[in-house]
């Protein structure tokens, strides 16, 4: 089971490494932080720490991007270029399949992030800011752990979304999670009745995507997290990652499939 | 055992509102060893049928099996190779990638898995081009590393859906002598045509559905009346089933 969907991931990766989005991502995040320096530079000192700030949102933002990007785009386009019929004509079940996919897709998603991490520290460095080294490590692990839960958002929401529609979908799920969710429990308490209840359902039944940005820590220098809350927040993302894709095998598990040219 | 058996299958649907009745009981059975051929017009059923068969289709009733397991468990589709119409590779990948990917979905692993890549890029001939991708492939050429990944793993069925459709008369003739061997193996060979001139060469037993029924069954030579083709005896079938359809309705 493991070789097959270890195979699977790796044709993903392969994919992500030979077609151009990923470069673009990065020569675009790389041009955008060269902008934001040449513009820093030209505020004179004491811009630097907003250099790197600007810096780690593009970051987190590029990653986002790109997560929501490659989980939407694997299953619609085996459908589109028909290669999932050779698929699933293998002894390959979709559960399979689709752990594959996010599998493959969260390691492409992974070294791009690095890239892009890699890129901001570039100029960081250059621009005389020196991050504090593990609280930076523990933000970019958690950053990687809030990817997973988004790639497997969009892997389900494209299991029956085409990939377009999914990627908007996602685009705006993700958002609102992470934009108002945290603001729900100031919402409950300008309200009352039942809605309060209602509101108290979404807070704790939403994922928190907030809980895995760290940027703030990094910036103010706060230090490293304890190793037990790491863990805990590691949990929290690989439980939500874990529901979403058993939410993608439900949906994917009896979907028919049909193409125009293959029907008759 | 039969090599797959189709037992009373039935696939119904509502597309814009009306019921469609794509197999309406549908019961076959094909014996290992045997290159059958399963015919009829656009809307018979053929590729329904082979849907369910591979399981991207559930049947409404009925049940479909594969050497005698039922093709809704994964396992099923150990022993089969298919080959869909208009296929396509992933073409970011060499040929020899792509064959290697389709083994490991079946299980190889190591030495085996890389002798039956070079064993299966010799069958489809395409040695010398096995380690450029895919996509500098012509069309002919990705049909044939597609037939590849259906045999890497030497199934006992090979179920091809129009295996010929736009290739030229050289590819279609390589198609069917990787038939022809695979007949001579003693493998099954399960495929969907409109080419009847085709199937009278290669087919040792033929079946004729037509609005999801089988209305002919038997071997091609022995199907059609003294002096009439193939291709006479489909028309005559098909017109025939249809016109008796038209006065029941």
Request: proline share 4%; aromatic share 8%; with cysteine.
């Amino acid at each position: 089971m493991m070789r097959r969907i270890w195979a699977v991931a790796e044709v993903v990766l392969r994919g992500w490494l030979r077609r151009k989005e990923a470069y673009v991502y990065i020569v675009l995040l790389a041009g955008l932080q060269l902008a934001v320096a040449s513009l820093g530079g030209a505020a004179g000192g004491g811009s630097s720490l907003y250099l790197f700030d600007a810096g780690l949102l593009l970051t987190w933002f590029f990653g986002w991007a790109v997560a929501l990007h490659a989980g939407a785009a694997e299953l619609p386009g085996e459908e589109a270029h028909g290669t999932v019929f050779l698929l699933l004509a293998k002894p390959l079940s979709r559960a399979e399949l689709i752990v594959g996919k996010w599998l493959g897709a969260w390691l492409a998603v992974t070294l791009c992030t690095l890239a892009f991490y890699a890129v901001t520290l570039i100029v960081a460095y250059s621009a005389g800011v020196a991050p504090p080294l593990g609280a930076l490590i523990q933000a970019g692990v958690l950053h990687l752990i809030s990817l997973a839960v988004l790639i497997a958002l969009s892997l389900a929401l494209s299991t029956r979304l085409n990939r377009d529609a999914a990627v908007a979908v996602a685009i705006v799920a993700a958002l609102a999670l992470y934009l108002i969710v945290p603001r729900i429990p100031q919402l409950a308490c300008e309200t009352h009745g039942w809605r309060v209840g209602a509101l108290n359902v979404l807070y704790y039944g939403l994922p928190h995507l907030e809980l895995f940005d760290l940027r703030r820590r990094v910036l103010h220098g706060f230090g490293p997290l304890p190793g037990g809350v790491l863990a805990t927040l590691a949990a929290y993302g690989a439980v939500w990652t874990g529901a979403l894709l058993m939410a993608a095998w439900l949906s994917y598990r009896r979907r028919r499939f049909q193409r125009d040219r293959l029907l008759e | 055992m039969a090599a797959l058996s189709f037992d009373n299958l039935g696939m119904r649907f509502r597309s814009r509102g009306a019921e469609v009745v794509a197999l309406d009981g549908l019961t076959l059975a094909v014996e290992p060893g045997v290159v059958f051929g399963f015919l009829g017009p656009n809307g018979a059923g053929k590729t329904t049928a082979i849907h369910i068969l591979l399981g991207f289709q559930q049947a409404t009733s009925g049940a479909a099996y594969i050497f005698g397991r039922d093709v809704r468990t994964p396992i099923a589709r150990q022993r089969i190779g298919y080959l869909c119409e208009h296929p396509d590779a992933y073409r970011f990948l060499t040929g020899r990638e792509m064959l290697r990917f389709a083994g490991k979905l079946c299980g190889l692993a190591g030495g085996r898995l890389e002798d039956r890549v070079a064993q299966v890029l010799e069958e489809v001939d395409l040695s010398a081009a096995a380690d450029r991708r895919i996509a500098t492939y012509s069309r002919g050429m990705r049909q044939r590393v597609c037939l590849a990944q259906a045999l890497i793993h030497d199934p006992d069925l090979l179920i091809l859906d129009e295996p010929t459709g736009g290739l030229d008369p050289l590819g279609r003739q390589q198609i069917r002598r990787i038939i022809g061997d695979w007949r001579r193996r003693g493998k099954t060979v399960f495929f969907s045509s409109h080419e009847l001139s085709e199937v009278e060469l290669v087919c040792d037993q033929v079946c004729i559905l037509n609005r999801g029924r089988i209305v002919a069954q038997g071997a091609p030579q022995m199907l059609p009346a003294a002096g009439e083709s193939l291709e006479q005896f489909f028309m005559r079938t098909v017109s025939g089933a249809a016109e008796a359809a038209g006065r029941l309705a």
